[in-house]
């Protein structure tokens, strides 16, 4: 069946829109949320800037609450994420905060009507401008969204949110287990340069940097490119598909660094764990590839690359114009650390292996939730498939 549709503006309790402006921000206090920080239905709150309780008392008379939907308005538009908690929060430019009514719109339904590409469609149609595309208020409120009952709307965000519980358990877990594993990296005492220089060892040593590999045997290989690197963890979120014309090559066991700016500023480094094995695949050319060599730990690459002193000491090096910065292998080869104890080492890396082996796991599970949600997600929201059969789906999905 086909659902009616809503109107936004008819169905909206609160809406929150500080029309493009930023708050006086300080050192300590409330986060405060802008358009960067909202990404892959989640808020992105850990490095996000702050607020006094004061200043979002006043920037806030309608505060947030659990649930509740941030919409960003542009740069770029129609990015969705569910407000995680009752937690003090500000938001900032470039975001919209949505609550449905009571009784007539469930805020998580409208969170995943955001995402289907009838309602995305409409958003980017009402939206102006001509080198930055974006959405006014009275624009916004005349979006259109599927409107099935509202205890539908419930029962539908229910199936969906159970997939995305579990991938925020998954994710929540992994972090843990990459804390636990940074924590045992520190424990070896490699990062660290020591006064007796018979004790260091440069990086290239330790790690091959952009090592040769052979061009990929596919007409079109596995293609990875800089949006697709993660800013946090390790997890590379996906891939595809493009003719071999160039760019970095690399396996899997290899760490894929971002050598330009902003994003090596911005961390975006990956491990490359999803390659059939003995496969090659390319990448883009801003990378730079990180590989242990024989003897050392396969993940030690990626602990090196991803340590605060590595990073601090590969954007000194950058150089190149202003927004076109990048850190050459070269200079980054010369990076010394200590010379790791042997037997250390070798705790490390089987200690390493196991979790990562944990670690792919959880991110293979997590990207068949995603496919699963993912698939659902239209036909629900379109009302082709009722919930009781997607119910089934999630149970054999051992949801």
Known sequence: MNWSTLVLGDSLEVLIDNRGKNPEFSEHGV???????????????????????????????????????????????????????????????????LRGRAGVLDSRFLFYAFQTTRVRADLQGRATGTTVLGIRQPALLKVQIPAPSFEEQQAIAEVLGALDDKIAANTKLAATLTGLLDAQFEQLGVNYEPEDDSQTVSLDELIELNPKVATPKEAEPVYVDMQKLPTAGMSIS?????????????????????????????????????????????????????????????????????????????????????????????????????????????????????????????TDENRTLAATRDALLPQLMSGKLRVKDAEKVLENAGV
């Open 31 to 97: 986060p405060a949320i802008s358009g960067m920080y909202v990404g892959d239905g989640v808020l992105d709150l850990s490095s996000a800037r702050r607020v006094s309780a004061e200043v979002w008392d006043k920037w806030m008379p309608n505060k947030t609450q659990k649930h509740d939907v941030v919409l960003t308005s542009e740069a770029p538009l129609g990015r969705v994420a569910l407000v995680p908690s009752d937690e003090p929060l500000t938001l900032a430019q470039r975001v919209f905060g």
């Open 238 to 362: 996906g891939w595809e598909r493009r003719p071999a014309k160039g760019g970095a090559r690399f396996m899997n066991d290899d760490t894929l660094l971002a050598r330009i700016t902003p994003c090596l500023e911005n961390r975006k480094t990956g491990y490359v764990d999803f390659l059939p094995d003995g496969q090659a695949a390319i990448g883009s050319t801003e990378f730079i590839v990180m590989r242990s060599r024989p003897g050392i730990p396969k993940q030690l690459s990626y602990f090196l690359s991803t340590s605060e002193r590595f990073r601090a000491y590969a954007i000194r090096h950058m150089v190149g114009s202003s927004g076109r910065q990048r850190v050459s292998a070269l200079d980054l080869a010369g990076y010394t650390v200590s010379k790791p104890d042997p037997e250390a080492l070798a705790r490390f890396g089987d200690i390493s292996t196991a979790h990562f082996k944990l670690l792919k796991s959880l």
